[in-house]
């Protein structure tokens, strides 16, 4: 059984930050890669921050030089820096790993 949990969302004023965890356990081998995506409310769910086994990152343009993505691939750990955030922020942040995800974490940006 694989299980990802995601900590470190809460309430924040914009132009704060926040810093996001997630740890994955559970018979998921090989892992490529490992991502944090997020679903605003009426909103499809959209890729935030990746990052491969071999450092590979890549972002939304949307986040690009206020988020940072970091992680230990072999430790099955991944981390989402989040700063200067804004309130178009606000949204589930979700870990995702090989089709895989975590419950999530809320994340609101308050203006």
């Known amino acids: 059984q694989v299980q990802l949990v995601e900590s470190g969302g809460g309430l924040v004023q914009a132009g704060g930050s926040l810093r996001l965890s997630c740890a994955a356990s559970?018979?998921?081998?090989?892992?490529?890669?490992m991502g944090w995506y997020r679903q605003a409310s009426g909103k499809q769910r959209e890729l935030v921050a990746a990052i491969t086994s071999g450092g590979s990152t890549n972002y939304a343009d949307s986040v690009k030089g206020r988020f940072t993505i970091s992680g230990d691939i072999v430790k099955k750990t991944v981390y989402l820096q989040m700063d200067s955030l804004k309130p178009e922020d606000t949204a589930v942040y979700y870990c995702?790993?090989?089709?895989?995800w975590g419950r999530g974490t809320q994340v609101t940006v308050s203006s």
């Open positions: 559970g018979r998921i081998y090989s892992i490529n890669g």
């Open positions: 995702g790993v090989m089709g895989f």
